[in-house]
């Protein structure tokens, strides 16, 4: 039996796909490159945005086509739309299996049972705003999980905190990954030193609010910086990255302190603003204001002076004026982030943004800020990446970039620094998973060029 396992959205779906795919192998089952060629096609699912979940639902409407020839064919939903639509996504009569994200230790036998019984089913948290009943069993399967399938070699994910709390007023992930909870430190312990002893060199930790992580164990909280100083101690273990910040200052400094102090704690912080303009911010439900969100920045560079920091942003959210917008530019040119990922507004029903705000912002303003925004980020990503030129940098190989652009026979390598930064190199294929070493001779806004020393 041939598995396709397509992945959609953030980390933490890659996660679950590759603890799906790892627990699958275990199983018995092979996997595919292609619909065409697979018995079983899961889509992991991202609901973030409503053109995340349009494609998937044109997927859907693919596999339909095949499936008019190929009866037998097992197709499965998971992730975050499984948990948002549930029975819903029976509509699209291609697919059998409806399982969300807590579900994911089910998949095996779900997969069986639709097999056996030829009949649909659905496996979601009923309640989202309590902890789920399969909370247990996929800490056990999560535990096990021991980075076989991780898409880029020596690097793996380790899930640190399940869910959030936090209800962003636009933000669907409160409802589909329900409650915030940390997972305890001989959990993550334990998974990191068997990921270390399968050759993990570089593990991130995730959690929608990663900084927030909180886990009390008789007298003693452990919170990140503790995480941090005991995976710090696993043999094998190299490189440690952590996302996502939250912009808050609990626990914040000792977090900065632990990233300066350690050294296999990468100078990397990725900590979303969204907005520049405090009146959208309030709107938002963020909590904070544009001055102490850079604060915060001021805070991490005066701990850790080479920090390589990256946000997000929304723009065109609900009433956002043009004296809003330019506040979110003047916001980017004082972080002078190395990179910003910059999205339009999308309305995610049931969200109380949703629920209460307009989406008045049309279509052509927020492609024109959406523009505009990024254009500002090129600058200054140009100008930080062109400071790297000259310099030898340590990345972690990640394997063939997709150009594959040969020199002296050697094909074209992708790296990435402890800062993040993409670097882009001649070498040999072997290196893929290891260390090397990259004078920088020549840079753009987004990639640093070299040569291996
Ligand atoms: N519309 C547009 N962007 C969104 N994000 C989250 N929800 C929405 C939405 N409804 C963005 C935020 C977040 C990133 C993962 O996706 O910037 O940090
Ligand atoms: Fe969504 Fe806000 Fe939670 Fe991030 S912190 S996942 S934006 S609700």
Redesign the pocket.
Known sequence: MKVFLQTFGCQMNKLDSAIVESSLRDAGYQFANNAKDADVVLINTCSVRDHAEQRVMSHLGNLKHIKETRPDLVVGVIGCMAQRLGSELFKQSAVDIVCGPAQIAEIPRLIAEVMQEKKKTVAVTEKIRQISPDAQSLERFETEYSGDDTDIPAQAYVRAMHG?D???SY?V??YVRGLETSRSPEAIIEQTKRLAQNGIKQITLLG??INAYEYKAGDKTYCLADLLEMISEIDGIEWIKFVTS?PSQKYYKEIMQAMAELPKVCRYLHIPAQSGSDQILKAMNRGYTSAEYLELLDIARQIVPDIAIAGDFIVGFPGETDDDFSQTVDLVKKARYKNSFIFKYSPRPGTIADKRLEDNVPQEIKERRNHELLKVQEEISRALAAEVTGRTVKVLVEGPSKKSHQVDNLPQLIGRTSGDWIAVFNGPENLAGRFANVKITRTTPLTLFGELV
């Open positions: 959030c936090k209800f962003c933000c992930v409160p929608q609010r939250y």
